[in-house]
């Protein structure tokens, strides 16, 4: 049995999800996904991730400022859709939405709920350095991330995982999963569970404003907080010279067993003492130049042993 399905997605988080899905032969009526960004002087338009797969797939794409208007609503009821699914899209869904298929809609959540609702679960896991995760398919309501769970698988999580990786992982676990119970829902013999009202966190929107590197931070905290911020938005420090200061991006970084005062430069490898510990700074990107490792960083900047570049003290 073959599903008339909505999808709606945005990010390189829900591609998995759409490609096994129109590959499982199920039909995707439409893909709802955000507006295409602008960037540059001529403000061109740049697609999401989703809009370019879904284009790509022969699919009808819908990118509205705000989904809810009544043009939405009645365009969706008259789909007559089995269900809709959402994964990473970036808006609540309206009541009147939520009821205009079959069967509701199902949302790839990844964390391992009611641990991590909101908007950031992945980078809040690893900025606080859980030691497991997963992910879960969830009923969507009214609510943020409070719908009952029908199927879930949970991980542990690699020590020096980044955000990058573990969303790329997730997203394939989440796929498999909403297949799945794609199929029990064609069996009818999906079981929905109410999320436990113990553990509840969220995992709010990451901020510019904390994604500064802290140095009179322990360096297990540092060192979370860089992995859980890599690629994107990354964690950074400044360098200052005698004619500017320059912002480096951080994007991977080793535990070391040294100590010094939080900032203090310990060898020429580049690892930094942390209020407790160290990290060598191992990726690093300048403004406007491609990641590189952290030797080959260093020969181009002068950044040497026994030198300070936090001002965090």
């Not at 829900?14 to 507006?35: E, M, R, W």
């Not at 909101?118 to 809040?124: F, V």
């Not at 322990?218 to 360098?239: K, M, T």
Request: hydrophobic share 35%.
């Amino acid at each position: 049995m073959k599903l008339k399905i909505i999808f709606m997605g945005t990010s390189d988080f829900a591609i998995p999800a759409l490609c096994k899905i129109h590959n499982a032969g199920h039909d995707i009526s439409v893909v709802y996904t955000q507006p295409p960004s602008l960037s540059g002087r001529g403000l061109k338009k740049n697609p999401s991730p989703i809009h370019n797969i879904a284009e790509k797939k022969g699919l009808l794409v819908k990118t509205p400022e705000k989904i809810g208007n009544i043009d939405d609503i009645n365009y969706l009821k008259s789909l007559n859709a089995d269900i809709g699914i959402v994964v990473s899209f970036g808006q609540l869904i309206p009541k009147e939405i939520l009821k205009s298929t079959k069967h509701g809609f199902l949302n790839i959540h990844p964390s391992m709920l009611p641990r991590w609702r909101g908007a950031s679960p992945i980078q809040r896991t690893l900025m606080n350095g859980d030691e497991t995760t997963g992910v879960n398919i969830i009923r969507v309501d009214e609510s943020l991330d409070t719908g009952d769970i029908c199927l879930y698988e949970i991980i542990q999580v690699p020590k020096n995982t980044t955000y990058g990786e573990l969303s790329s992982d997730l997203s394939e676990i989440g796929a498999k999963l909403i297949n799945r119970a794609l199929n029990s829902i064609c069996n009818k013999t999906t079981v929905f569970t109410p999320q436990n009202i113990i553990g509840i966190s969220y995992a709010k929107k990451i901020n510019k404003s904390e994604t500064k590197i802290l140095f009179n931070k322990n360096a297990d905290e540092v060192h979370n907080h860089i992995r859980g911020l890599s690629p994107y938005p990354s964690a950074w420090f400044e360098y200052r010279t005698q004619k500017e200061t320059i912002r480096i991006k951080v994007l991977s970084s080793e535990i070391i067993n040294k100590n010094g005062k939080p900032g203090e430069i310990l060898d020429n490898e580049l690892t930094i003492a942390c209020k407790k510990g160290a990290v060598k700074l191992t990726r690093l990107q300048r403004p406007g130049k491609n990641p590189m490792d952290n030797i080959s960083f260093l020969r181009g900047i002068n950044i040497s042993k026994g030198m300070k570049i936090s001002d965090s003290l």
